[in-house]
Nanobody
């Protein structure tokens, strides 16, 4: 499974970005898709996850601001990020749990700064 993340960039506080993660396989075959982030000097943390059945899970720090979704036809998972704050600055990675094997995409960098 190959995952291609995109959509990062520089945005001002309060702004929005949408990250995309395109999978090389049908995402219907993936049990859980997730977005993680890693800020400089910090551990990688789960931001949001989406199960094949539709259940979602969010880190407390992003609840109400971020939304994870998918487009099965495009084999793509999205992370809509609104009301971005400087503390959201990090490299964002997508992850797939497929048949109990885990796959990572390359990161996409998000910088929130005025």
């Amino acid at each position: 499974v190959q995952l291609q993340a995109s959509g990062g960039g520089l945005v001002q506080p309060g702004g929005s970005l949408r990250l995309s993660c395109a999978a090389s396989v049908s995402i219907a075959s993936i049990n859980v898709m997730g977005w993680y982030r890693q800020a400089p000097g910090k551990q990688r943390e789960l931001v949001a996850s989406l199960r094949s059945g539709g259940n979602t899970n969010y880190a407390d720090s992003v609840k109400g601001r971020f939304t994870i979704s998918r487009d099965n036809a495009k084999n793509t998972v999205y992370l809509q990020m609104n009301s971005l704050q400087p503390e959201d600055t990090a490299v964002y990675f997508c992850n797939a749990d497929r048949y109990s094997r885990y796959y990572w995409g390359q990161g996409t960098e998000v910088t929130v700064s005025s």
